[in-house]
């Protein structure tokens, strides 16, 4: 006799209910072409355009920083500089207004409360966020995105620590575990440092993460699992175009951004994983280190509602 047996049923209606946005955040420097990943900038996805400098260290004097229970840090510990040490992952919580972030050579979470005029940013120190020394570069998190579920979750370089953070009430910070690589992954890890390091992260509708790594392979997550599905590799790109910032368009492409380049951004589709380039004026390329959209992949594709069931 066959039972089914219900899982989970987890409701999409909030990400369903509203068409994708056209604002993305990229994480750059004052200076096109400089390495320092401290300035927060606000872009249009459909143009590439920079609409605004969200946070500049040197332009941006009335920035309070502020710990998980509201109280406001002293400004002389130089830890409270927001984006002190560069980041490298960032993720857009558009129903909080929040722009979650941490610094490479930091253990905590950070957000940017974007929801009024006074920007402010809150400290999230827990230890279930901290992956070990970051003189260590395997440990440094250079993913991050906001999932279908709600939460956030934020990945290190070498794919051994997949942490989730919810969104909703109190921080709940978990340490999720290491990457599994697939069994048809024909010898391609989530964790060999020469394909699979850097990059950024996006999900989509069904609770999937996609890792887009520097090199441009991409890699199918299931978080139940936490199994690494390698599904294959940009073409179109310059050889010289290191994939550092990802963010899903209003359209569901994939725009991608490097770190060392501000010839271009480029497209792909899911389906195709082909580049194209935008064809943008070079003076609106910022180079970036990452990139962060509230838009998930293939949106349109699902209902309102998505149900596990397992037939025993």
Known sequence: MKKVFLLGIISFSLLNSSAQSKKAYAITSDVKGSYNWVTVKEIDLSTGEVIKTVFDPNATSDVTVKGPDGQTLARYDWTAAPTYS???AAAFDEKNQRLYFTNMRGNELRYFDLSNNQLSVVELPDAEFNTGAKAVEANVITRMVIAADGNGYALTNDGNN???FSTEGKTVITKVGALLDHSKNAGISIHNQCTSWGGDMIADSYGNLYVFTMRGHVFKINIASRVADHIGTIS???ANFT???????????VLLSSATLTDNYYRINLGTLKALPMDKKVEEVWNA?????SNIAYRNSL???ATTTVVK
């Open 303 to 305: 209902g309102q509602t």
């Open 243 to 253: 994939v550092n910032g990802t963010a899903v368009d209003e359209n569901g492409d």
């Open 162 to 164: 997949l942490i989730r």
């Open 236 to 238: 179109g790109l310059p």
């Open 289 to 293: 280190s990452d990139l962060a959209s």
């Open 86 to 88: 560069g980041v490298a």
